[in-house]
């Protein structure tokens, strides 16, 4: 009798178990059904201030601008969803790094879009300037998402909010904010070392852009690259101006030149050296003329690679402020940690030595 009274209870124990179990199984099937499913949209404002509906999945971009946006995917490390863009062979050392660009289709730049291209090639996203309202107007027409970003047209704190809106735009929020902190950084330390010079010895810079005297006011980049490195912009009082006479150069006499060949023409020094124009000017008597570094993109423009621009400008200004600095080991170093590309000391070299781009 004990015996068939213990079979009793094991049958029912195990029976109960079996019971329990199903009952744990059907309640997490429960939760299955009743979770909402993942999102597949969301929702980001752009650096035009508008709202754009994106998928979250981003795999396939076209480019239709120049001024640092094929830039800002690759060091976001998302250059391999680039399927179209504007042709880069003007920058090798972005081409060397990502050799697939080379063939990659042209789908039109800023309002002369090429809308059939751009279709056929079925991006999750266009990325587009600001400035280009009537070619961003047609791709939205056709259906397709515009993402746009400010080519050039920021201060600082523009560019680094474009690059958090980047990063959220293509799922890469960590690696952008590790490189505003790197911006953080390096804007600090120049920042403290630089206050500490009277503003009377401030070294008074010329912006020679393209043009000998094509430059930038207050209201451009070049600005934000002079004062950040602690320089004066003796160009500052022309405000939007871009454009001076030969008197206006010689009137504000600067102490350094800084050339560079992102709008117009390649000036070589040697050309503004021997400028009988220019044979006056402090800073040619002194000989303190310098090319803008080239890397995968001018280092005089917004982008991310700026900063080491502003680090240059300011090593350049006031050489015993940033003698501990080795710039082309930093370089590197930017290189491997936002890029993951290893560069040689002749790359960074050909950097500081830049000639005509394509």
Not at 198 to 215: D, F, I, N, Q, S
Not at 235 to 255: F, H, V, Y
Request: proline share 6%; charged share 20%; glycine share 6%.
């Amino acid at each position: 009798m004990y015996r068939a009274i213990n079979k009793k209870l094991v049958t029912f124990s195990l029976i109960s178990m079996l019971l329990l179990m199903t009952s744990f199984i059907l309640a997490g099937c429960g939760n299955q059904q009743n979770k909402p499913p993942a999102a597949t949209e969301k929702t980001v404002m752009d650096m035009a201030g508008k709202n754009v509906k994106l998928p979250v999945a981003i795999n396939r971009v076209i480019v239709t601008c120049y001024g640092g946006a094929s830039h800002e995917l690759v060091v976001l490390g998302a250059g391999d969803k680039i399927v179209a863009q504007p042709s880069m062979k003007r920058f090798p050392q972005l081409v060397k790094m990502m050799p697939h660009f080379k063939d990659l289709p042209d789908p039109g730049t800023f309002d002369n879009v090429n809308i059939e291209a751009i279709l056929k090639l079925k991006p999750d996203l266009v990325v587009a300037s600001v400035t280009s309202t009537k070619g961003n107007q047609k791709i939205e027409e056709a259906g397709i998402p515009v993402i746009n970003v400010s080519t050039g047209v920021a201060d600082i704190e523009a560019l680094k909010k474009e690059f958090r809106m980047m990063g959220e735009v293509l799922n890469k929020s960590n690696e952008a904010n590790a490189l505003v902190s790197y911006w953080d950084n390096w804007l600090k330390t120049i920042k403290e070392r630089v206050s500490k010079i009277p503003e009377a010895k401030r070294k008074r810079v010329y912006y020679m852009l393209g043009a000998p005297l094509h430059t930038n006011g207050s209201a451009w980049w070049g600005q934000t690259l002079i004062t950040a490195a602690g320089g004066l912009n003796v160009a500052s009082e022309i405000g939007k101006g871009r454009d001076i006479n030969i008197e206006q150069l010689l009137t504000w006499n600067p102490d350094v030149i800084i050339i560079s060949s992102n709008e117009g023409r390649f000036i070589p020094i040697s050309e503004v050296k021997n400028n009988p124009q220019f044979k006056d000017l402090q800073a040619v008597k002194e000989g303190q003329l310098y090319q803008c570094p080239i890397g995968t993109f001018w280092w005089d423009r917004p982008s991310p690679e700026g900063i080491l621009g502003i680090l240059w400008l300011a090593q350049i200004l006031y050489p015993e402020n940033f003698r501990d600095v080795d710039l082309t080991q930093e370089t590197i170093k930017f290189y491997q940690t936002f890029y993951h590309y290893n560069l040689t000391e002749q790359d960074v070299k050909e950097f500081f030595n830049p000639g005509p781009l394509q």
